[in-house]
T-cell receptor, first 113, second 113 residues
Framework: AQSVSQHNHHVILSEAASLELGCNYS??????LFWYVQYPGQHLQLLLK??????LVKGIKGFEAEFIKSKFSFNLRKPSVQWSDTAEYFC???????????FGAGTTVTVRA | DAGVIQSPRHEVTEMGQEVTLRCKPI?????LFWYRQTMMRGLELLIY????????DSGMPEDRFSAKMPNASFSTLKIQPSEPRDSAVYFC???????????FGPGTRLTVT
């Protein structure tokens, strides 16, 4: 079974700062990769996804992520955060032959105005 | 599309009572997933269905938990009897067979006193 590790538990930054959240997974086969965001009191929403092709994927709200297969990583980035990006961010992985998603523990991002 | 619908949104009950959570997946989705989210354990997959058939219930914590999917548009998660440690947010998600991402409902916040 695959497992997902998110490097940071809580990140605090100011508006306009750049954000990078780390995500590593452990699985030797082909995977699908996702980043979900959960705004306070809301459900999980898909930010972006990677299945195949260009390892740099762009999602909603200016987020992007890069898949580095050799490092088993799928880090999330945003060049300039806004106060409204305050949320919890989850990295998730599923093996291509499996339907179950494995989630990381989540990273809480607090953006100070 | 209305998205995944869950009810109730909040449930407060006393220990020992039966609790039933409900989910309506997105129309046309073949897979339905039940997750539990707690501070301690993060997001855990409890069970998932394919075409109304339970495929993997290895995440169901114990016999007090049961889930059914009588038809393609409705699923229930039942806890009987409930215990304080069952307090959590329970999410339902669905997806199509040909599409990898899962779509989450708003969740049910369960508090067992």
């Amino acid at each position: 079974a695959q497992s997902v590790s998110q490097h940071n538990h809580h990140v605090i930054l100011s508006e306009a700062a750049s954000l990078e959240l780390g995500c590593n997974y452990s699985y030797g086969g082909t995977v699908n990769l996702f980043w979900y965001v959960q705004y306070p009191g809301q459900h999980l929403q898909l930010l972006l996804k990677y299945f195949s092709g260009d390892p740099l994927v762009k999602g909603i709200k200016g987020f992007e992520a890069e898949f580095i297969k050799s490092k088993f990583s799928f880090n999330l980035r945003k060049p300039s955060v806004q106060w409204s990006d305050t949320a919890e961010y989850f990295c998730a992985v599923n093996a291509r032959e499996d339907y179950k998603l494995s989630f990381g523990a989540g990273t809480t991002v607090t953006v100070r105005a | 599309d209305a998205g995944v619908i869950q009810s109730p949104r909040h449930e407060v009950t006393e220990m020992g009572q039966e609790v039933t959570l409900r989910c309506k997946p997105i129309s046309g989705h073949d897979y339905l997933f039940w997750y539990r989210q707690t501070m301690m354990r993060g997001l855990e997959l409890l069970i998932y269905f394919n075409n109304n058939v339970p495929i993997d219930d290895s995440g169901m914590p114990e016999d007090r938990f049961s889930a059914k999917m009588p038809n393609a548009s409705f699923s229930t998660l039942k806890i009987q009897p409930s215990e304080p440690r069952d307090s959590a947010v329970y999410f339902c998600a669905s997806r199509r067979d040909s599409v990898y991402e899962q779509y989450f409902g708003p969740g049910t916040r369960l508090t067992v006193t």
